[in-house]
C-alpha cells in the first residue's frame, strides 16, 4: 500500500510540473471564487483515488451538511485538474486550506485530517 501512495505522490508531481503552469481563463474564474466571500471556507486539494483522500470523503461530506451556511467545505481533485495545486501552491496531498471569512488564509494541514481535528479547527475560527 505504501508503494502506491509513493506512486501517486510522484505521478501528482509530474503533472503538477508539466501542467501546472497553464491556467486555462475559465480555471483562474472558477478559482477566484475560493474561499468563498463572507464565510470561512475550509479547501481540501486532493484526489478521488488517493487512500486517505478516499479516508476523508465521507467526513468531508458529513461536514458540508453540518456546516451548510456556515462554512464552505470545498474538495477539489488535483489529479482531474492539477490547476488548483498550481494556484494554492500544493506539493502533497491531501492538503486542507483554511481560510477566515475575510478571506485570509489562517491555517494549512498536510496529510489525513480527522473529523474531530477539522470541527476543532473551525471552532477556533469562531464556526459553531
Known amino acids: 500500500m505504501r508503494v502506491n501512495f509513493v506512486t501517486e505522490i510522484i505521478v501528482l508531481i509530474l503533472s503538477i510540473l508539466l501542467l501546472g503552469s497553464v491556467i486555462s481563463p475559465a480555471a483562474s474564474a472558477e478559482l477566484k471564487n475560493i474561499p468563498v466571500k463572507g464565510v470561512a471556507t475550509m479547501v481540501d486539494l486532493g484526489a478521488k483515488h488517493c487512500i486517505p483522500c478516499k479516508m476523508m470523503a465521507p467526513i468531508l461530506e458529513r461536514l458540508e451538511k453540518r456546516y451548510a451556511g456556515?462554512?464552505?467545505?470545498?474538495?477539489?481533485?488535483?489529479?482531474?485538474?492539477?490547476?488548483?495545486?498550481?494556484h494554492f501552491g500544493i506539493r502533497t496531498i491531501p492538503t486542507q486550506i483554511f481560510f477566515d471569512k475575510a478571506g485570509k488564509e489562517v491555517y494549512?494541514?498536510?496529510?489525513?485530517?480527522?473529523?474531530?481535528?477539522?470541527?476543532?479547527?473551525?471552532?477556533s475560527m469562531g464556526i459553531q
Open 108 to 123: 494549512r494541514h498536510v496529510g489525513f485530517m480527522s473529523e474531530e481535528a477539522i470541527v476543532a479547527r473551525l471552532k
Open 70 to 86: 456556515k462554512a464552505a467545505i470545498i474538495f477539489l481533485d488535483v489529479w482531474e485538474d492539477s490547476k488548483p495545486a498550481h
